[in-house]
């Protein structure tokens, strides 16, 4: 298993944002999470990323305990995220946005200089994250200009710049377009295909969830409450009644 | 494509590079106007010791930019730094030795070691909290000179500091104190250009601009944020050291919020972040103080009045306001912007 998540739990004052969460995903493939608002999946993702730390339970990725580690440790390990809302460095070029990924990774983040050679490494690597989410001809752009589909895309880039093995994104579908979710599906499917990378996905897009998953988390309430592969989650009577008929009757 | 950005990147050479440009020749034909000033005052000494001032007020400004510009961090107690270098460099000047190799040094090297320790603390914090924190740091360093009067010389300031040598030949005309604090500022302003092209230059606008973002590429964030931090205030502390060493005395003034209020008016008048604006704001401050100030003595009502003006009329400041100017100028030449 690439990522396996063991009785995860951490509660706010009272309320239990995650309740002793429990699931795994194999190496290769779409793993999405599934639910309605406040049932927990983005705590649990931060969770999982290193922006909180959990009360108990034990998140492994590969053979190593990586619970409560930090984010940037995570990196370094190869889990990388994306945000609920596009998360990049607007007033920066594209190129500048993953330039700066490549170099964080090659722990080059606080030189001074970096020798010509090095500085073409850099920048090579940096075009070719750029070409694999189709933003090549952008890459003087200034982020912030870029449409949102685009800029998501460039999200994902600077993901794909930090070398991961597996990427946790949250909500990549958020405010887009019909055409824009099409081209984010795409890429989705071609990073694994191409690249061979492992997928977590939290998506409120149900359809899209079927279409692309190779099993689904559904979350309630901070609890699993189902896990399977799209069909049987489609046919589960617990996650239908609960609150997934409509879309799932689409 | 709208919106081609300003390269900040040493990916590879920048688009023009070894090109003259006008930006290129308007900045030697300004540095070399400024070192001029000496040849222009001839008959009006008093307005070089003006320049001089606002040389020093200059990389004061520099300083700040150079943190609050690239990282974001917004400090309300600047003037704890210039306080801390014109004390630490007068006191070694008094004490030890006049030559400005040995004294100035002094005055950096306590900026870099007190702002490292208390950097650490303060980066922690964002927005608000940090802005605070550095105006009590401030405070207190402001508070250590009365607490120390026996060797600070507490409200009368520090003074008799001996004309600075500069390999042992005497600093004492006011020419050759101004090129010497002019050709200070024009190199700081060429260091400061160089480190915003630079990969950590490029990681402190990352942190400006999406700290959590950069937290999540691995960034050390806190770490680099510390770089800036200990670097304005080295900047700022050699300011002062200069500042202590041109005037012959300094006064607990330099370290009070008044002057910390100062040093962001000069930031916020030229331009937060454009590295040359802080610096031309300074030096219009300073001359408008001494001008106004000598006509009267309401002048701070009317600085007050030209701040809001700015803050609501140009947030981005002279340089802001020359910005689209010079943009229709390079689209006309075809020019990257």
């Known amino acids: 298993m690439m990522l396996q998540v063991e009785d995860l739990r951490i509660s706010f004052g009272g309320l239990k944002a995650v309740d002793g969460v429990s699931f795994s995903v194999r190496q290769g493939s779409i793993h999405s999470l599934l639910g309605p608002n406040g049932a927990g999946k983005t705590t649990l993702f931060n969770l999982v990323t290193g922006a909180l730390r959990p009360m108990s339970g034990t998140v492994r990725f590969g053979s190593r305990d990586v619970t409560g580690w930090s984010a940037d440790r995570l990196v370094q390990a190869g889990v990388v995220r994306t945000f609920q809302r596009t998360s990049i460095f607007k007033k920066l070029s594209a190129l500048e946005n993953v330039s700066l990924a490549v170099r964080a990774r090659l722990g080059l983040a606080a030189r001074l200089r970096i020798p010509a050679p090095l500085r073409a490494e850099v920048r090579d690597e940096a075009m070719q994250c750029l070409a694999d989410v189709g933003l090549a001809r952008h890459a003087e752009a200034e982020a912030q200009h870029l449409a949102h589909g685009s800029q998501r895309a460039l999200d994902v880039a600077i993901g794909l710049a930090l070398k991961p093995t597996l990427i946790m994104m949250d909500e990549p579908l958020a405010g887009m377009s019909q055409g824009d979710r099409q081209g984010i599906a795409d890429l989705v499917l071609r990073l694994r295909e191409e690249k061979g990378l492992t997928l977590v996905i939290v998506e409120h897009d149900v359809g899209m969830v079927m279409r692309l998953s190779d099993r689904i988390t559904v979350m309630q309430y901070g609890k699993v409450i189902a896990d399977g592969e799209p069909a049987e989650i489609r046919d589960n009577e617990a996650v239908c009644n609960a609150y997934l008929k409509g879309s799932f009757a689409q | 494509m709208k919106g081609r950005t300003i390269s900040h990147a040493p990916a590879g050479p920048a688009p023009g590079a070894g090109r003259v440009t006008p930006l290129g020749v308007l900045a030697v034909a300004a540095a070399l106007a400024g070192a001029l000033v000496p040849v222009w005052t001839q008959d009006a000494p008093f307005v070089l010791v003006m320049a001089s001032h606002a040389a020093v007020a200059a990389l004061l400004a520099v300083s700040l930019d150079l943190l609050t510009g690239n990282t974001g961090l ?264």
């Not at chain 2, 607490?147 to 009368?156: A, C, I, M, N, P």
């Not at chain 2, 009502?301 to 809001?308: E, M, N």
């Open chain 2, 74 to 337: 917004l400090s309300f107690g600047h003037a704890g730094w210039f306080g801390l270098g014109a004390y630490a460099c007068g006191l070694a000047a008094k004490g030890w030795s006049a030559e400005l190799l040995l004294a100035v040094p002094v005055a950096l090297v306590a900026a870099l070691l007190l702002s490292a320790a208390v950097g650490a603390i303060l980066v922690r914090q964002v927005g608000k909290a940090f802005a605070i924190l550095t105006l009590a740091f401030s405070q207190v360093l402001y508070a250590l000179v009365f607490l120390f009067s026996d060797v600070t010389g507490g409200e009368d300031g520090l003074q008799g500091i001996p004309v600075p040598t500069f390999f042992g030949r005497e600093i004492a005309s006011q020419e050759a104190w101004y090129w010497l604090l002019y050709g200070t500022l024009v190199a700081v302003l060429a260091a400061a250009f160089a480190l915003r092209r630079s990969p950590l230059g490029c990681a402190w606008l990352g942190i400006r601009e999406n700290a959590e973002r950069a937290h999540f590429v691995g960034m050390h964030v806190g770490r680099l944020k510390l770089y800036a931090y200990m670097a304005s205030a080295a900047l700022a502390a050699l300011a002062g050291a200069l500042h202590v060493l041109f005037n012959g005395a300094t006064s607990p003034e330099t370290l009070h919020w008044f002057e910390s209020g100062k040093v962001l008016m000069y930031m916020v008048l030229g331009g937060v972040g454009t590295i040359v604006g802080p610096a031309v704001g300074a030096v219009v401050f300073t001359l408008a103080e001494e001008t106004l100030s000598s006509v009267t003595d309401a002048w701070l009502i009317y600085f007050g009045a030209l701040f809001v003006f700015i803050v609501i009329v140009a947030p981005g400041g002279l340089f802001g306001l020359a910005k689209p100017a010079w943009r229709r100028l390079a689209r006309r030449r075809g020019e990257p912007q």
